[in-house]
């Protein structure tokens, strides 16, 4: 089955600068990958998803990247904001098949 | 569009009792939903899918008896936690699969068994 890893598991940046989460999975059957935010007591949130048919996919400060050949994929958030500190965690799929997650990246934003 | 609704957000019940989680969709049709459980500082754990007008597939390990999930109907499903005991206490969240291809959290629950 899929497996998903997902480093750092914590994250502390400066209020401005960027921000790179790293995922890695197993199955190269996959073909949905999207990234989650979760603030304390929530559940998550989708903020950004890229298909496996698309390398980079950016929506203002946020940007995925895929590499299909390494089976890797990255979040990529720039400018930091104090409202960007939550956990985030991405995912891996066959579309039509449940999800399997990543550990979880805590993500701080230093003001 | 796309809204997963998740109630209760919170609840606290006595050893021994059954708590119902709902997840609803309020703008579309929900086909398939899952259930996950979440523990502190942990990744999310699929528990079971559920597929409207059938059983749900359990995960291995997930008790399908003590985890009772009922999807009768495109816009509900529901997740009876049989016999709570303490070490069921933990936050548990739905998800679904939307019309336009994508898949929608609801807010989650957090469960405490006392």
């Known amino acids: 089955g899929e497996n998903v890893e997902q480093h750092p598991s914590t994250l502390s940046v400066q209020e401005g600068d960027s921000a790179v989460i790293k995922c890695t999975y197993s199955d190269s059957a996959s073909n949905y990958f999207p990234w989650y935010k979760q603030e304390l007591g929530k559940g998550p949130q989708l903020i950004i998803d890229i298909r496996s048919n698309v390398g980079e996919k950016k929506d203002q400060r946020i940007a995925v990247t895929l590499n299909k050949t390494a089976k890797h994929f990255s979040l990529h958030i720039t400018e930091t904001q104090p409202e960007d500190s939550a956990v985030y965690f991405c995912a891996a799929n066959l579309y039509g098949q449940n999800f399997v997650f990543g550990p979880g990246t805590r993500l701080s934003v230093l003001p | ?114």
Not at chain 2, 11 to 29: A, H, M, P, W
Not at chain 2, 48 to 62: D, F, H, L, M, R
Not at chain 2, 98 to 108: A, L, P
């Open chain 2, 1 to 114: 569009g796309a809204v997963v609704s998740q109630h209760p957000s919170w609840v606290i019940c006595k050893s021994g009792t059954s708590v119902k989680i709902e997840c609803r969709s309020l703008d579309f049709q929900a086909t398939t939903m899952f259930w996950y459980r979440q523990f502190p500082k942990q990744s999310l754990m699929l528990m079971a899918t559920s597929n409207e007008g059938s059983k749900a597939t359990y995960e291995q390990g997930v008790e399908k008896d003590k985890f009772l999930i009922n999807h009768a109907s495109l816009t509900l499903s529901t997740l009876t936690v049989t016999s709570a005991h303490p070490e069921d206490s933990s936050f548990y969240i739905c998800s679904a699969e939307t019309d336009f291809g994508g898949y929608t959290f609801g807010s989650g629950t957090r469960l405490t068994v006392v």
